[in-house]
């Protein structure tokens, strides 16, 4: 969760070599995507709604996922 957390906040992940730790950048775009509250702070917080203003029906998609078997 720390590593994840320094890549989101800092575009630098840490390489294990065995003998010694190496700090590396990246560029790594993080996209979160949670149902209820996340571990990872957000540094910008956005809320998806699932149906579409005046939608009674779930979004096509979400219909798919949610009929799909396991």
Known sequence: MQALGTLMASQIVDY?????SLPMP???????????AS???PSVDLELP????GDSWPLPA???VLNTAL
Do not use: E, H, Q, R
Not at 26 to 36: M, R
Not at 50 to 53: D, E, L, R, T, Y
């Open 26 to 36: 990246v560029d790594a775009p993080v996209t979160v995507l949670s149902v209820g």
């Open 16 to 20: 294990d070599f065995g003998a010694y």
């Open 50 to 53: 699932i149906n579409a203003p």
């Open 62 to 64: 979400a219909v798919l």
């Open 39 to 41: 571990l990872l702070k």
